[in-house]
């Protein structure tokens, strides 16, 4: 077992600084055929120069037209200089609602639906109509806006039928921001755009800038990068002895997107994970099917070493090692880490846990990871030290001292574990009130699915959303009353 000058020493450790390779979006207009009844073929594009001054404020309309089905299609421009979301569209007083982010300079063609009489080209194919137009959209600083337009659109007879709305298309090509970046200046009103896995990796270039991800990423290829070791993690992990980390320390917005298949597997360092060491915010990121092995240890799925805040994310996937201090989300989190979960197979030699490895503020978190295994300190969700709070662990759990359905050692508020699932009689180094255990596999096993239960019961204020979905009124947390364990309201489950 490793003592804590050993980990010292190690946390004083080498650094590999990264140097990354990005690239850059150019974001493309959709092109949409629309074909009439007579399969004659007309582009949203001929009507460009048809609709008049739409080029005034953030939001400009490029083109529109309107068929006599009651079908629509709109195309925006943001002219604003920063990330812009698209939150609806009113023609003629029917609205078309939307959650869609449109970067500055890009476009994105938009269907409308079931217009009805609303701009209606009944009777009117092939002429041109004026209707009523308002956009609305939220600034990255969360100013909901809107702005009206008196719009020329052409009547055709039908439109082919769309998603709601219609998705850019990026082309990663181009470095325009920062020298690797497709949009922004790197501050928090203005972040640098990211759009593929090679500009992910350039984040550290600039450790104290601030990012969003502007569509899912598939880092498959990592496999094969830098001589089968993969990806290396943002913020700086060891390389020699004697260097110090250099942490991130700015933002990134995940914006709700997911991160899929990174690999990485290199063989002498150490904090690793998304990002190597963390010292700013870390939101909004999903990480899927995740691939971490470490000689070193330290390793979680988006943070080694988090003493920033980790928020509103996810992991899923392997992470193993030989030594220790590895955890789903963090391997050490001296920081916190909130409304997150993790469904990681982690095996170590010590200091494990299905959250965190090590330390940590943990709150409104779970993790259901299908093996938690090692020898000292494994726990379903914080090895050793650190405390969780609203939370609970539904994951297979095992090893040979300080073992526990929560915590190995530390503490726990309001938190819960699967006796049956982890296969851990006791919660660890935690008891009732603190921490509860519930056995999926007799008489109780419902107790854990509903809100009215403790520990849930004080994990808010619950009330009910419609049928038997209920949720907490500070947006935490959500529950299928009775059909399962609780989510986080974020996810946006149904049931």
């Known amino acids: 077992m490793r003592n804590a000058s050993l980990f010292a020493s190690r946390a004083q450790g080498t650094i590999e600084y990264l ?5 850059v979006i ?15 073929t007309q582009s949203i594009a001929s009507t460009s120069g048809k609709i008049g001054n739409m080029t005034q404020g953030s939001i400009s309309i490029a083109d529109a037209l309107v068929a006599t089905d009651g079908n629509g299609l709109i195309s925006l421009q943001n002219n ?10 009113s023609v003629d007083g029917k609205d078309n609602n939307y959650d869609t982010q449109l970067a500055f300079g890009s476009k994105i063609l938009f269907s409308l639906h079931d217009l009805e009489n609303a701009c209606s080209c009944s009777g009117n194919e092939g002429a041109t109509k004026t209707c009523n137009a308002i ?3 939220a600034t990255l600083d969360g100013l909901q806006k809107s702005v009206n337009y008196s719009v020329t659109v052409d009547c055709v007879q039908s439109i082919n039928a769309l998603t709601n709305p219609v998705q850019p298309i990026f082309v990663c090509d181009n470095r325009t921001a920062g020298g690797y970046f497709y949009i922004g200046t790197g501050t928090l009103v203005n972040p640098y755009g990211i759009c593929d896995c090679n500009m992910l990796q350039d984040m550290n270039h600039f450790l104290d800038a601030n990012y969003i991800l502007l569509q899912d990423i598939d880092c498959t290829d990592t496999i094969n990068w830098n001589s089968g070791t993969g990806f290396k993690p943002i913020g700086n ?3 020699n002895l004697g260097d110090l980390p250099v942490p991130f320390t700015g933002k990134l917005d995940g914006n709700g997107r997911i991160i899929s298949n990174l690999f990485i597997r290199p063989p002498t360092v150490a904090y690793l994970g998304l990002v190597g060491w963390n010292s700013g915010t870390i939101t909004n990121v999903g990480l899927a099917d995740v691939n971490i092995k470490t ?8 943070a080694g070493r988090n003493v920033g805040t980790i928020s509103n994310s996810y992991v899923t996937g392997v992470i193993s090692g030989a030594t220790g201090w590895d955890g789903g989300i963090a391997g050490i989190s001296p920081g916190v880490i909130r409304n997150t979960y993790s469904s990681v197979s982690i095996s170590a030699l010590e200091y494990i846990g299905g959250i965190s490895g090590s330390q940590g503020t943990v709150i409104n978190s779970f993790s259901t990871g299908q093996t938690i295994a090692g020898n000292i300190g494994v726990a379903g969700l914080i090895g050793i030290l650190g405390t969780a709070t609203n939370s609970f662990a539904a994951g297979s759990v095992s090893g040979n001292s300080s073992v526990g359905g929560v915590v190995g050692s530390g503490s726990a508020v309001n938190s819960y574990w699967d006796i049956t699932r982890t296969g851990q009689a006791s919660g660890g180094n935690c008891s009732a009130p603190d921490c509860i255990g519930v056995n999926s596999g007799n008489s109780n096993s419902a107790w854990a699915y509903y809100d009215t239960n403790q520990p849930m019961s004080s994990w808010g204020t619950w009330t009910n959303i419609s049928g038997n979905k209920y949720s907490t009124t500070d947006g935490n947390w959500s529950i299928c009353r009775g059909a399962g364990y609780p989510w986080l309201t974020w996810e946006n489950r149904s049931c």
């Open 19 to 23: 140097v990354i390779l990005a690239v």
């Open 26 to 40: 150019v974001i493309s207009l959709v092109v949409v055929g629309i074909v009439g009844s007579n399969a004659n």
């Open 80 to 89: 604003s200089g920063e990330m812009l979301t698209i939150t609806g569209i």
């Open 135 to 137: 956009i609305y959209y």
């Open 237 to 239: 992990p060891m390389a």
């Open 295 to 302: 000689e070193y240890g330290i390793a979680g799925g988006i």
